[in-house]
């Protein structure tokens, strides 16, 4: 977190800083830069350290107005802790089943559209079939009458 106040405060002079150790790998001899790049660091690093700082000194407070609600006694704050411990718990486990959830919701969308697509390959290839089939029956049906037309008429085959 105060990486992250850090980046905001010193969003100027970071890249700045990164062009400065560029110059320093080309430059390594260069006394001002070095100069004005630890100053910069030092600048940073003191920043950083005041807002660890803070940090933790409202985590202590904190800590102590917990404490201070169960009174001096250890175990009423160890159960409020492991109450906290477990509701976070709980939340987690809500979360990832409504994650799985949603998962399965989206698979089941994707194996529907996946069949729908299969029937209608199905009902496409079915069509084909019988669009086929109908051909046939028809060049056979044409077949048959050329065949009927070229056998003579008068003459009976026993």
């Known amino acids: 977190m105060a990486q992250e106040q850090i980046e905001i405060e010193f969003r100027e002079e970071l890249p700045k800083l990164a062009q400065m150790g560029q110059m320093m790998q080309q430059n390594p001899q260069n006394p001002q830069m070095q100069q004005e790049m630890r100053m910069l660091q030092e600048k940073i690093e003191g920043r950083k350290a005041i807002l660890v700082s803070e940090m933790m000194k409202d985590f202590a407070d904190e800590e102590k107005k917990i404490s201070s609600e169960y009174g001096n006694d250890p175990i009423a704050a160890l159960r409020a802790r492991e109450l906290d411990l477990q509701a976070q718990e709980n939340a987690r486990k809500e979360k990832e089943g ?6 399965d919701r989206m698979k089941s969308m994707m194996n529907q559209q996946n069949q729908d697509e299969k029937f209608d390959q199905n009902e ?4 084909l079939r019988a669009e086929t089939s109908l051909e046939k029956q028809e060049i ?12 003579p008429r008068g003459i009976n085959v026993v």
């Open 124 to 127: 496409e290839l079915a069509n």
């Open 140 to 151: 056979a049906n044409e077949a048959r009458e050329k065949l009927a037309m070229m056998k």
């Open 98 to 103: 409504k994650e799985r959830l949603d998962l």
